[in-house]
Each structure stands twice: as C-alpha cells, then as structure tokens.
Nanobody
Framework: QVQLVESGGGLVQAGDSLRLSCTAS????????MGWFRQVPGKEREFVAV????????YYSDSVKGRFTVSRDTRKNTAYLQMNSLKPEDTAVYYC?????????????????WGQGTQVTVSP
C-alpha cells in the first residue's frame, strides 16, 4: 500500500502554465508506474499522462501532447505534471495514480492507488 498526495492546482487564465505534484509515502516510489488522470462532473475519469518507474518512458493523451510533460524525482518520491498552454477544456480535478510494475497503463482501473485530487480551473 502507498499513500499519494497531489498539490499545485489553482485558477489560471488560458495560455498560462501550471505544475502539479504527487508525493508518495514510503521508499518504494521507484518501483511504481505513475499515471495522471482527470475528471469533470458527469464524466468518467480519463487518461492524461503516464511515466515508467525508470522515468525514461512516457505516454500522453492526444489532447495534451505537445503541451503537458510528466516527470519524476525518485529522491523526493514525487511525480510531476507540467502543464503549458492551458485551455478552458483542461479544467478538471486531476488525480495521480500508482501501480506496482514496469508496464505503463492508460486505463484508470489498472491503478490500485490514488491521490485525493487537485482542482485545476482555466478561465477563457
């Protein structure tokens, strides 16, 4: 079991940047695949980005490619999501998820551990 805590959300204008962080408990952070997902009221949780335990392999949804960057710092037990050129449609609650393994996954159901979420609101 691992506990995840997200932070960094807020209210910004379209075109601005924001960086989210996800800090994990314990000393096994380097063995987890870390994924970022987002959800709006009335819709299912959707995939945003994922990073492998090594930090070398990353994947992004088509809607955020070229704008978002996922990274991780093993020494700080933290994963990051750098969001640039934000759009109003990026508005959502953002969640980080973790799963033990080496294969990146893009389906929410594949992640057994989740943070509490952080609100990101982008004004037009």
């Amino acid at each position: 079991q691992v506990q995840l805590v997200e932070s960094g959300g807020g209210l910004v204008q379209a075109g601005d940047s924001l960086r989210l962080s996800c800090t994990a408990s314990g000393r096994t952070f380097g063995t987890y695949v870390m994924g970022w997902f987002r959800q709006v009221p009335g819709k299912e949780r959707e995939f945003v980005a994922v990073i492998s335990p090594t930090g070398i392999t990353t994947y992004y949804s088509d809607s955020v490619k070229g704008r978002f960057t996922v990274s991780r710092d093993t020494r700080k037990n933290t994963a990051y999501l750098q969001m640039n050129s934000l759009k109003p449609e990026d508005t959502a609650v953002y969640y980080c998820g973790a799963r033990l393994g080496t294969v990146p996954r893009t389906v929410p159901g594949d992640y057994p551990y989740w943070g509490q979420g952080t609100q990101v609101t982008v004004s037009p």
